[in-house]
Structures are given as C-alpha cells and as structure tokens.
C-alpha cells in the first residue's frame, strides 16, 4: 500500500480495535487488536488482501506503535479542536 493512505501516530486515542497499521520501513499492514493490560501493549495481527489472520499475532506497546508504526488515515478517533 502507499504511505499517503498513513499518518502517524501522536496520540494514544487514534489507537482504536480494527484500525490498519503499518510500519514506517516495512510494506506489511496489520490490524489492530485490543489492549491488554496485564501485557502492556497492543496486540497486532496480520493482514493479506484483507483478510486477518488470527493464528499469529505480535504484542507491540503504545511507545513503539508510535515510533516504529503508522495508522490508517480518517480511522483513529482523532481530537477536534473546538
């Protein structure tokens, strides 16, 4: 997929369950799971055409996802400024 489809992450609130992810050097998108709390982090999965593959999964925390990782644009629950 291209970048212009990603924004990156500033703020924990854009990190909502079945939004897609994608690593800032890599051209592999996942789907966002929940977060756990007794593991600290969210939990990734992968996506091929579309389709989520539950077998496999990666736990990333809240600081590497916003680091290391973009988020679909218009999919994360984004602050509006009054």
């Not at 789907?31 to 077998?55: C, N």
Request: a negative charge; hydrophobic letters at 40%.
């Amino acid at each position: 997929m291209k970048n212009n489809n990603f924004e990156n992450i500033f703020d924990a609130y854009q990190l909502v369950a079945g939004a897609k992810i994608k690593g800032k050097q890599q051209d592999e998108i996942f789907e966002l799971g929940t977060y756990d709390a007794l593991k600290r982090g969210y939990t990734l999965y992968p996506l091929d055409h579309g389709v989520r593959y539950d077998d496999f999964s990666v736990l990333v925390s809240e600081r590497e996802l916003k680091n290391n990782f973009m988020i679909e644009a218009g999919r994360g629950n984004t602050a509006i400024a009054a």
